[in-house]
């Protein structure tokens, strides 16, 4: 079964670190963008940072020079190192990414999320 696995949530006061994990299990042939999403209830979920195979990255302008994401292709797993934090930080975090997976006798790419981290930065 093909999954995204998440880690390394928490509570943090501002000014803080933490480093989000995100490993992808099963069957996959490749993995082409991974992406960290946030959300805060009763909004849309929203890109934070993305990363492509070869290493390219961009960000959201709320987290330049925060966030830093990451990737281990060997590992199948995106981080992202999360700096300065703020309380305005403070959402459950998704990682998502774009895997290609057997599908139907044949491989396609398919975009998967993971089950989401709570991070809480108190003031």
């Known amino acids: 079964q093909v999954q995204l696995v998440e880690s390394g949530g928490g509570l943090v006061q501002a000014g803080g670190s933490l480093r989000l994990s995100c490993k992808a299990t099963g069957p996959i042939r490749s993995i082409n963008i991974m992406r960290w999403y946030c959300q805060v209830p009763g909004k849309q979920r929203e890109l934070v940072a993305g990363i492509t195979s070869g290493g390219s990255t961009n960000y959201a302008d709320s987290v330049k020079g925060r966030f830093t994401i990451s990737r281990d292709n060997a590992g199948n797993t995106v981080y992202l190192q999360m700096n300065s934090l703020k309380p305005e930080d403070t959402a459950v975090y998704y990682c998502?990414?774009?895997?290609?997976?057997?599908?139907?006798?044949?491989?396609?790419?398919?975009?998967?999320w993971g089950q989401g981290t709570q991070v809480t930065v108190s003031s």
């Open positions: 998502n990414a774009d895997l290609q997976v057997l599908s139907g006798g044949d491989y396609s790419m398919k975009k998967y």
